[in-house]
């Protein structure tokens, strides 16, 4: 059953969009629990730091242009 709204804390966006392995279903059926999803601009910086930590800064900035 879908709730409405989801507001993310990057720790959860991090698991997911760097497929962590061990928490990555976890954080999938947290997400697909919201139809629509929302995450804070101290989130997106996080995001960001995040993959530049891990040198995917190039996959971070095409997802960023993709949803503006």
Avoid: P
Avoid at 57 to 66: G, L, M
């Amino acid at each position: 059953m879908k709730r409405d709204r989801g507001f993310y804390d990057s720790n959860i966006l991090i698991v997911y969009l760097f497929k962590e392995e061990n928490r990555f279903d976890m954080a999938r059926k947290v997400l697909e629990k919201h139809s629509v999803r929302a995450i804070s601009i101290i989130s997106i910086h996080e995001l960001h730091m995040h993959s530049v930590k891990l040198g995917v800064e190039d996959r971070f900035t095409k997802v960023q242009r993709s949803s503006i």
